[in-house]
């Protein structure tokens, strides 16, 4: 019942970007992204649980069903305590594999109306975090994280997706100006967003098949981003703020979006 | 050159809510938001730095003009790093006197449009700080803060804001029943967003004084302030997400707003 140092000592490590990238592993906890995970295509390496968490039928039937997939293995409340992040695990968490599709993947079979969401070096993983949150209330096709966005895999960016992360296929390591040649050249057109735009967000007629740039907090995109852009977008100020939080700036081009859409 | 015991003690309670309530002072770090309150009208306790902070020369001439006004303290990193939060203080803090008005005040001397914020048991600090960085971003008159909104001088909260605190008119500890019954008699239009709601929030035509209510992220707004809406706002979702960040939410649409305003 209890668990060997070296595991406990890989669990805990999966708390660093580098020996996640090693393992090609990352972790979840909590009741609620074990579920979404369990019913999404992630590959589940194993399931850690306490005596105390399996006590509730909910997590019991999670349980039940996870067995037919996954090693299922029961843990101390400690030693759960011990690798998990938060103190709401709730004595549930999983390793799973990482996912890594080809970019080229995200320009196919997007008949219709398509919206695609890119981050060109988003840093703070609570940003990231609420941009595919976001992308995932409103229905995003895809997302590509360019090379130098904070790691998908970092456990805040995951807890704060809420789940997103198991809704919409999100593509990590894009070189995103090759990127963003590929999608103009199947059609999509190219915004980017930029405090010194001249489209203003809501006055424009977004193409069916767009593909919205959100830069770094700081900087915003990169030049190389930028000078693909088919327009560079603004969202005008009217008080005395300095910026606008990206994740914040994401809901509100993509409500504007969705409302000319629809 | 150094700060009594007693001191120190008293500037680190400051990160309690009770301690602070008592003493009705609040801290502040950093050379960035420093100027900002230096800047307003909030009244000065006390500043700390370091004697590095100073030998830089924006910091030293932001600190000339705060001897004008206040007791400026030179402290050890260590005292400094000791009562702030955060890693980057950059070797500034500073105590201020908070602020109480009544919430009448929001309701005078709003001619032409008039946006005015409440936020109805918001709980989560950062996402305080975002909606007021938001308010301060699209120019909203004022922010009302409900009765069980998280306590606006946290922290989490005043760093978040990103200055917002400093730009507009912040009332805390608001009765918001009676607030809303008085805003509908001085010509307001009630609005309460609520995922249940039926208004869909960019085909509503917004009032010229505009009062639109946050609730609780996981509860929404408390029945007595629904039953004063005057439209019980959506926003629509489009894809698999459970819910839509309240800082997010505010974002929309208040960007929504000021479309139809201008």
Redesign the interface.
């Known amino acids: 019942m209890s668990l060997t140092r070296n595991t406990l000592k890989d669990l805990r490590a999966l708390a660093q970007k580098k020996f996640r990238e090693e393992q090609d592993l990352f972790l979840i906890e909590g009741f609620r992204l074990v579920t979404e995970a369990a019913d999404s295509d992630f590959e589940f390496i194993e399931v850690y649980h306490t005596h105390g968490a399996a006590e509730d039928h909910l997590v019991k039937a999670l349980l039940h069903k996870l067995q037919r997939k996954t090693r299922v293995t029961l843990t101390t409340e400690r030693e759960l305590e011990s690798f998990t992040d938060t103190v709401q695990a709730q004595g549930i968490a999983a390793v799973l594999r990482q996912k890594h599709a080809s970019p080229e993947a995200l320009l196919r079979n997007n008949g219709g109306h398509s919206i695609i969401v890119a981050a060109d070096a988003v840093s703070d993983p ?1 940003n990231l975090g ?1 941009m595919i ?8 096709d895809a997302i590509a994280l360019g090379v130098n966005t904070v790691d998908l895999y970092n456990p805040k960016v995951v807890r704060s997706t ?3 992360l198991f ?2 296929p999100i593509i990590d390591g894009v070189d995103l100006p090759v990127l963003l040649s590929k999608a103009k050249s199947a059609g999509y057109t190219v915004y980017v967003t930029d405090t010194e735009g001249t489209a203003h ?2 006055r424009l007629k977004y193409a069916s098949k767009s593909l919205v740039v959100f830069g770094n907090e700081a900087w915003g995109a990169s030049e190389a981003v930028k000078v693909l852009a088919d327009a560079r977008v603004v ?11 990206v ?6 081009i993509l ?2 979006m ?2 000319l859409f629809n």
Request: glycine share 22%; proline share 0%; aromatic share 10%.
């Open positions: 609570g609420s949150r976001t992308c995932d209330w409103f229905g995003v809420m789940g997103g809704h919409l967000f809501d969202i005008r100020r009217y008080g005395a703020g300095e910026s606008l939080n994740g914040v700036a994401c809901g509100i409500s504007s969705r409302r």
